[in-house]
Every structure is written in C-alpha cells, then in structure tokens.
Nanobody
Framework: VQLQASGGGLVQAGGSLRLSCAASGRTFSNYVLAWFRQAPGKEREFVAAISRSGSNTYYTDSVKGRFTISRDNAKNTVYLQMNSLKPEDTAVYYC?????????????????????WGQGTQVTVSS
C-alpha cells in the first residue's frame, strides 16, 4: 500500500490543523493505521492509531483530548485532527499502515512494526 500524507503547515499555538493520509494499492480496510512524529534531534514517536473498522483508537498521553484520529474506508483516507496545538507538537508527521488487526495491548499498538510509511508532512507550531 502507498501512503501520501498532507495537511501540514505553520500554525500559532492554540490553533488547529487536520492531517490527511491517502492510501492506494490495496484493500484499505484490511490495514490498521497510525500517525507518528519526529521532532528535530529526537526519535520518532507514536502519536495515535486506529483499528481497521475505526472502532478502536489509541493515543499517546501528550495528545489525548487534543488530537483525534479517524478513518474513512470509502475514501481510503486516515485523518489526524489536531486541536489546541502547542509548540512541542512541532515535528514531521508520518502516517503508517500495517496489514491485519490490533490484537494486543497499547504497548503492542505503539511498538508494532508498521510496514508501510508515508513521506511525512511538516507541522510547525509557533508560540
């Protein structure tokens, strides 16, 4: 599956952005999806994930209550709605996908070996 992320940009603290990630090539609903981010000088970190049906979502603690992951299987697209943005949210955001479902714990979701990655989209939050 090929992934194409978009929607990044420059926003002031407290603002909002919605990232999109369009997929092509395979049956979209067979894949779990996730968003990761990588800030300059830091390791890539898990942000959020969503099950194949969209019924289960997972978030890292720092974005809970501010970010919402969703998917539209008819449009082969996963979204990340980001509200109340903070300067520390500045990073390149990547969407990722993996075949199959989530069967384990949050730890397993976060540390899963996602096999497909988009190219990344820059999010910059100014203070």
């Amino acid at each position: 599956v090929q992934l194409q992320a978009s929607g990044g940009g420059l926003v002031q603290a407290g603002g909002s952005l919605r990232l999109s990630c369009a997929a092509s090539g395979r049956t979209f609903s067979n894949y779990v999806l996730a968003w990761f981010r990588q800030a300059p000088g830091k390791e890539r970190e898990f942000v959020a994930a969503i099950s194949r049906s969209g019924s289960n979502t997972y978030y890292t603690d720092s974005v809970k209550g501010r970010f919402t992951i969703s998917r539209d299987n008819a449009k082969n697209t996963v979204y990340l709605q980001m509200n109340s943005l903070k300067p520390e949210d500045t990073a390149v955001y990547y969407c990722a996908a993996d075949f199959g479902g989530f069967g384990g714990s949050y730890y397993d979701v976060k540390n899963r070996d996602y096999h497909y990655w988009g190219q990344g989209t820059q999010v910059t939050v100014s203070s």
